[in-house]
């Protein structure tokens, strides 16, 4: 029998997005490995709401700004290194785009349509969420 005990990681990210042509379009990143593609995420700081933590993160891993709407849109899960991360997902709209980021040496990123974004996450749960995005700007 396994004993080992199960550990749950808290996360916070967004999904950044923006209208072009009345169209909505939003942002993936690929993952830090660069096999993936994956929403900007990362640990709750600890002296951080979740929102401002996945604002940082939006920073640090696409360089995006932008305000972070307060509620939720939802949560994923998924496995790194032996842990299960569950990720608390906000919408960010953004408002500043910069060329210069602190992981730009390690990411790409790319704007991309809802039903693109659905095809090329791996997350059952995230692309769930991805849908009600799409139904919410619908």
């Known amino acids: 029998m396994n004993t080992r005990s ?4 808290k996360q916070s990210g967004v999904i950044p997005y923006r209208v072009i042509n009345g169209q909505i379009e939003v942002m993936l990143i690929t993952s830090s490995s660069g096999k993936r593609w994956v929403i900007p995420k990362g640990l709750i700081e600890h002296d951080m709401t979740p929102e401002d ?6 920073w640090e891993e696409a360089g995006l700004l932008g305000q972070v709407f307060p509620d939720s849109m939802g949560t994923y899960e998924y496995y790194k290194s032996g842990y299960i991360c569950q990720v608390d997902v906000f919408l960010l709209q953004v ?14 990123r ?3 349509s809802i039903p ?7 997350e059952p749960e995230l692309k769930l969420i ?3 995005l799409s139904h919410r700007f619908g």
């Open 6 to 9: 199960i550990v749950l990681v």
């Open 53 to 58: 933590s996945a604002a940082k993160e939006a």
């Open 95 to 108: 408002k500043t785009v910069l060329e210069n980021w602190p992981e730009a040496h390690k990411r790409k």
């Open 110 to 112: 790319q704007w991309v």
């Open 116 to 122: 693109k974004a659905i095809k090329r996450v791996c």
């Open 130 to 132: 991805f849908g009600d």
